[in-house]
Structure formats: structure tokens, C-alpha cells
């Protein structure tokens, strides 16, 4: 069983018993979620696409924890001006599991 789930802005392809990664959420770690914005559910059997959302339907997750992304070097440069700018950024993440789809 999978789902097309918008989570914080974003449509994230689900499965039961699987981490996954998000966008940081504003969740202490060990706290449970429900998205009710589901937009496709799926098995085995085929697939069903909601207009938008699945009515009725809902992912349970728990968030496990908040981890930073590798850093990522920002480096602008032009030439024979003597400008250049190097800046760092590291994204930060949350891992959630995902509990159940129903």
C-alpha cells in the first residue's frame, strides 16, 4: 500500500513502515501526525486518484527526528570585477514514520 500525500507544501510518495524525510515541521520529536491531504492511494490492485483530495482518507506518522542536510556552497563570482561571495546553507529535515494509511 502507497499514497500521495502533501506534506508541507510538497507531494511525497508514502509507504507503510517507511522513514521518510520532510521539510522541517514544527512537531517535537516522538509526537504523531495525521495528513488529510491525501491525493492517490494505491496497491497491488490499481490505484485511486482523488479531485483533489481523497475524502475520508488519512496518513498516521510519528516524527522520529530533526537532522540537518549535507552543506550546500553557494559561490558567485564575476570576473575582472574582484567581486566574489561564497555562502553556506544547510537545510534542515525531519524524519518521519509513517504509521499507517487509511
Same mark, same amino acid.
Given at each position: 500500500?502507497?499514497?500521495?500525500? &502533501?506534506?508541507?507544501?510538497? %507531494?511525497?510518495? =508514502?509507504?507503510? /513502515?517507511?522513514? !521518510?524525510?520532510? &521539510?522541517?515541521?514544527?512537531?517535537?520529536? /516522538?509526537?504523531?501526525?495525521?495528513?488529510?491531504? =491525501?491525493?492517490?492511494?494505491?496497491?497491488? &490492485? /490499481?490505484?485511486?486518484?482523488?479531485?483533489?483530495?481523497?475524502?475520508?482518507?488519512?496518513?498516521?506518522?510519528? =516524527?522520529?527526528?530533526?537532522?540537518?542536510?549535507?552543506? !550546500?556552497?553557494?559561490?558567485?563570482?564575476?570576473?575582472?570585477?574582484?567581486?566574489?561571495?561564497?555562502? /553556506?546553507?544547510? %537545510? %534542515?529535515?525531519?524524519? !518521519?514514520?509513517?504509521?499507517?494509511?487509511?
Amino acid at each position: 500500500m502507497f499514497a500521495i500525500v &502533501n506534506i508541507a507544501g510538497r %507531494q511525497v510518495k =508514502v509507504e507503510e /513502515g517507511k522513514s !521518510i524525510y520532510v &521539510n522541517l515541521l514544527d512537531k517535537e520529536a /516522538g509526537a504523531t501526525l495525521s495528513f488529510d491531504e =491525501v491525493l492517490l492511494k494505491g496497491d497491488d &490492485n /490499481g490505484a485511486t486518484v482523488g479531485t483533489p483530495f481523497l475524502s475520508g482518507s488519512s496518513v498516521k506518522a510519528t =516524527v522520529e527526528e530533526h537532522v540537518k542536510g549535507p552543506k !550546500i556552497i553557494v559561490f558567485k563570482k564575476k570576473r575582472r570585477k574582484g567581486y566574489a561571495v561564497k555562502n /553556506g546553507h544547510r %537545510q %534542515q529535515y525531519s524524519k !518521519i514514520k509513517i504509521e499507517s494509511i487509511g
